[in-house]
């Protein structure tokens, strides 16, 4: 399959060498503004091509290099501005950058599925579905995949279970009105009850991506195995399920807001959007957070802006 990421900076490069790692690819592009920044990139991930199992076509290119894509991961971002006020104003800033580039993209390859990876994630995804003219099920964010794998993660960690036994979800935003899922958590088919251990560890999860950042500027790592993952149920038809930001289409009465939910993923991009049974608190949160995420949207909108959205309203 033909993979484009957009945008090589530091979580781009990390996911275009993991997806060689992964063999997920027949040709790999790398676009990016700082085309030499692309060009290096490619070189070094064509030599690191000798030492893999798959053979794998690697280049920097433009937009038009891009077609006939099967995924297109959208990575690009202005850099974070310590000016801002507010983390959606980067919103702003990403959805200039996407009113140059994702139309185009689509154009170029009008059967991808697209990976939004750019911050703030659920924003961006929306964006993404209207600029894109895809349709909902054929654009998605990260999300919370990340936030659930460090959940589990450090939930393992205390419970001493390994974590691909924990079955426990963070959803909603993927920032901070996101929520974990303990009504539905379990481990070895037994719940994973919500006390002030467990919930101290969600606090300790959801505020962990800052330490990274604050010790070594920047995360890379686990978010390239996160969107790889996504990449791999593609390309590969896995039909795997996890938390995904994909437009709400009527859960709890949400719509027309992007958040994650679990999701299965195949071939065609998100097959089936799972509408989990969640407690009083958890349904509560979930509505705070598309609140949330509205007003990340409309504040990404300069005055006079055409609506990007209304994004329920293109086919599937
Ligand atoms: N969703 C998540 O969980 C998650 C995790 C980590 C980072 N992020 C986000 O991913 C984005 C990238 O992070 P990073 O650390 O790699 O940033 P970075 O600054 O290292 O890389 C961004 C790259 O985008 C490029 N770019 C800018 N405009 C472009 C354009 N028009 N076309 C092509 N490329 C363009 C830049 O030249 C740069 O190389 C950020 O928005 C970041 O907040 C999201």
Redesign the pocket.
């Known amino acids: 399959m033909k993979i484009s990421v ?9 996911l275009a060498y993991t997806l060689l790692l992964r063999g997920l690819a027949d040709e790999l592009v790398l ?4 085309h030499q ?2 060009l290096g990139e490619a070189l070094d991930l064509q030599h690191a091509e000798a030492f893999t199992s798959h053979p794998v076509i690697v280049r920097a290119g433009g937009v038009e290099d891009t077609a006939g894509s099967g995924v297109v991961v959208l ?6 501005n310590p000016a801002y006020q507010d983390r959606f104003e ?1 919103g702003r800033d ?1 959805l200039r ?1 996407f009113r ?2 994702v139309p185009a993209l689509a154009r170029a390859s009008p059967e991808a599925k697209m990976l ?6 659920d924003v ?1 995804t929306y964006h993404a579905v209207g600029l894109s003219g895809f349709g909902p099920r054929r654009v998605f ?3 919370t ?3 659930s794998a460090r959940f589990r993660t450090m939930l393992s960690a205390k419970m001493g279970i390994h974590p691909d036994d924990l079955r426990a979800y963070v959803l909603g935003e ?1 920032g901070d009105s996101q929520f974990p899922v303990f009504s539905l958590a379990v481990a070895g088919a037994t719940r994973i009850a919500r006390d002030p251990d467990t919930h101290e560890v969600f606090r300790q999860a959801s505020r962990v ?1 800052f330490e990274v950042v604050h010790r070594k500027g ?3 790592y ?2 390239s195995m ?1 969107a790889a993952l996504v990449v791999e149920a593609i390309a590969w038809d896995t039909h795997r399920t996890m938390p995904l930001s994909v437009v709400v289409e009527g859960f709890l009465g949400v719509r027309d807001v992007c958040l994650s939910l679990p999701v299965v993923v195949g071939k065609d991009g998100i097959a089936r959007v799972l509408e989990p049974e969640l407690g009083d608190d958890e349904q509560a949160a979930f509505r705070r957070s598309a609140e949330t995420v509205r007003q990340g949207i409309a504040l990404s909108l300069e005055h006079g802006d055409p609506l990007v959205g209304q994004v329920s309203n293109l086919p599937i």
């Open positions: 957009i945008g090589v900076g530091r979580v781009g490069s990390t676009v990016d503004e700082a920044v692309a990575a690009c971002s202005v850099p974070w980067l990403n950058l140059r580039i939004v990876v750019t911050n703030p994630c961006m964010g990260t999300g995949l990340i936030d993927h991506g920047h995360t890379s686990a978010i996160a």
